[in-house]
């Protein structure tokens, strides 16, 4: 079966109140095709020398590739932390759900 190429982003933001208003801009402004918030989850990592544990909500995003570069410029500024977790992937996705992801990404026009 033959896909098309699209763009994974996720990114980590402090509760659910923001990861759904980031989730919202950036729809909204056709940087996004599609936002998804996952529910709370406990995150663990080392920031200035210490352990930290923190509650997160994982956002997950669909962007052509055309997008990318802009979505993840515009995340940068929006995005609370001062080093936040962008990471992307490339995945296979249908054509027609992909198609959609153009139509919806193309610089906010609906």
Do not use: F, N
Request: charged share 25%; net charge negative; proline share 4%.
């Amino acid at each position: 079966m033959q896909g098309k190429a699209l763009y994974i982003l996720t990114t980590t933001l402090p509760d659910e109140e923001q990861a759904r208003a980031l989730a919202r801009r950036l729809v909204e402004e056709g940087l996004a095709a599609c936002a998804q918030a996952d529910a709370a989850m406990t995150s663990y990592y080392i920031w200035d020398g210490a352990l930290q544990e923190d509650r997160e909500v994982r956002l997950v995003l669909k962007v052509p590739a055309a997008r990318l570069e802009a979505l993840i410029k515009r995340l940068k500024a929006l995005h609370p932390y001062e080093t936040p977790q962008i990471l992307w992937w490339q995945a296979q996705g249908d054509a027609d759900y992909v198609r959609w992801a153009e139509e919806m990404t193309q610089g906010g026009e609906r």
